[in-house]
């Protein structure tokens, strides 16, 4: 996993983003939230002074944390949910889902995610029926029946 590799020096907390020197597109820049930016900023400070890693892990062999499979899934099952059908991935997917929901346009979303393409944005996102309702119902707010 890329973002367990990511070193103190990656986060630039003045324009909210991490750099991933490693990604499947490429190297990228991340944009993160402001309470991310926030809470990175504390957790930091709370990391032993000599390690450069964001998840350090002493006794592994690059000295950052390399699996979280298992902390995850207890997190899952602490919140009552079904580790097999809650995974990690399903947070990206429920994450883009609903930034298309509320209305951000594809290309902001496709940034956002890394995505190389919009096909690749369109795989992530699940319109509801509710959302799909409230963008008809846009569109009729701009028609003019006469």
Do not use: C
């Not at 032993?48 to 699996?67: I, M, Q």
């Not at 809650?86 to 930034?99: C, K, P, Q, W």
């Amino acid at each position: 996993m890329k973002i367990l590799s990511i070193r103190r020096q990656d986060i630039d907390f003045e324009r909210r983003i991490i750099f991933i020197p490693v990604a499947k597109t490429g190297t990228r820049e991340q944009p993160i939230t402001d309470n991310l930016a926030e809470f990175l900023a504390g957790y930091i400070e709370s990391l032993p002074a000599d390690t450069p890693w964001l998840f350090p892990s002493p006794s592994a062999k690059d000295k950052h944390t390399v699996d979280i499979r298992k902390p995850f899934i207890r997190v899952v099952k602490a919140a009552g949910l079904d580790p097999k059908e809650y995974v990690r991935h399903t947070l990206r997917h429920t994450a883009i889902t609903h930034l298309v929901q509320d209305g951000v346009d594809l290309l902001t979303v496709k940034r956002i995610s890394g995505h190389k393409t919009l096909a690749m944005v369109e795989r992530y996102f699940h319109a509801s029926g509710a959302h799909i309702q409230a963008a008809m119902g846009k569109l009729e707010a701009r028609l003019k029946v006469a």
